[in-house]
């Protein structure tokens, strides 16, 4: 394909990348989800590890009021409440003292179910795209480990190499490869970019690649909603987007 083609059918995939992002933005299934997730109190980077290292397993955080008053739930009887920092300013001065509280997760909690995360991971695979994508990563000095991890991640870019999952998909590789040929890591310890701004450009990276040879990503748009990007801010991305999709678009076309 000439180049000139090639960035045509790019242009196209991220306009309508964009499109789909700011759609999904408005579907009452996220704005739930946003709506609730706005409720939820923002701790304090202390209290997030009093909280980790009393229930590693904690995901939504309330008081016992808060349950009740915004999310509708109840805390089950015999629920042992997990202990953390209220700050508390003193009538009448500037001092702040600090009292524990007690805090539960929505595990320990009944009632109304919480709006859940919109579907966001496209696992498909294809093995031939794959062998093709490993290739080209080693030939870029990125070397690729397919293994099981300890935490939720189907993937991780670490500068030089990526690790994913056996179930992962084709998507997620493509993903995390865009990263590294973003060079997100330097850029990041530079000052140059924020983690929001390298999701936007690595999922719409991947979704135009994988867009290019005939593979749906129909929860790449949820993927960024969920990193707060919008159709403005993955337009303003375009030509970072374009000039590595290109890449690797002509890296792993079949040569004749």
Known sequence: MKTADLNATLSESIEKLAASTDAARQSSE????????????????????????????????????????????????GEKGIAIFAPCPKKDTDEIFFKVVYVFDVAQTDGEPLPELPEWRTLIQSEELQDRLIQYA???????????????????SRGGSIEITPDAGIFTLLHEIAHERAKH??????????????????????????????????????????????????????????????????ALEPKE
């Open 138 to 156: 080693n030939a870029n000095g990125i070397t690729v480990e397919i293994k099981m991890r300890d935490d939720n991640a189907l993937g991780e």
């Open 30 to 77: 996220w704005r739930a989800y946003l709506s609730t997730l706005s409720k939820f109190h923002k701790y304090s980077t202390g209290n997030i590890w009093l909280i980790a290292m009393q229930n590693p397993n904690a995901t939504r955080i309330a008081g016992y009021t808060d349950w009740i008053k915004h999310h509708h739930r109840y805390v089950k009887k």
């Open 185 to 250: 890591k330097e850029r990041r310890k530079q000052g140059e970019t924020s983690r929001e701004q390298e999701e936007l450009e690595a999922e719409s990276i991947a979704f135009v690649v994988a867009h290019h040879f005939g593979i749906d990503a129909p929860f790449a748009a949820n993927y960024l909603v969920g990193w707060k990007a919008t159709a403005q801010t993955i337009k303003d991305a375009t030509a970072t987007i374009r000039t590595i999709a290109a890449e690797i678009i002509t």
